[in-house]
């Protein structure tokens, strides 16, 4: 089991940036597929991007490709998404999440219920 905790939300203006940080701690034996959901009030959880420790691979959304980067810092413990160009549409409670892979099926990561989940950062883009 992998405890996660995530950090760097707030507030921004439209067209502003923000980087979300995913420290694990405790960590099992990796590697592992770290990454992001987001879930706006009303709205399904959508899923942001995914980091793969074993290679570096990384996988986006189509709605923040080319917006959001993903990567891992150089202590390798902490998972970096580095958000640009921000809209209004990405206003949501962010969820750190660790799987095995970063398995994308039909635009989404495919997790599984028993996955590790962080407790969630704000994120806010007013206009």
């Known amino acids: 089991q992998v405890q996660l905790t995530e950090s760097g939300g707030g507030s921004v203006h439209v067209g502003g940036s923000l980087r979300l940080r995913c420290a694990a701690s405790?960590?099992?034996?990796?590697?592992?597929?770290i990454g992001w959901f987001r879930q706006a009030p009303g709205k399904q959880r959508e899923w942001v991007a995914c980091?793969?420790?074993?290679?570096?691979?990384?996988y986006y959304a189509d709605s923040v490709k080319g917006r959001f980067t993903i990567s891992q810092d150089n202590a390798k413990d902490t998972v970096i998404l580095q958000m640009n160009s921000l809209t209004p549409e990405g206003t949501a409670l962010y969820y750190c999440?660790?799987?095995?892979?970063?398995?994308?099926?039909?635009?989404?990561?495919?997790?599984?219920?028993?996955?590790?989940w962080g407790k969630g950062t704000q994120v806010t883009v007013s206009s």
């Open positions: 999440v660790a799987e095995r892979e970063c398995t994308v099926l039909a635009g989404s990561w495919a997790i599984a219920d028993q996955s590790d």
């Open positions: 405790k960590p099992a034996r990796g590697p592992f597929g």
């Open positions: 980091f793969y420790t074993g290679d570096g691979s990384a």
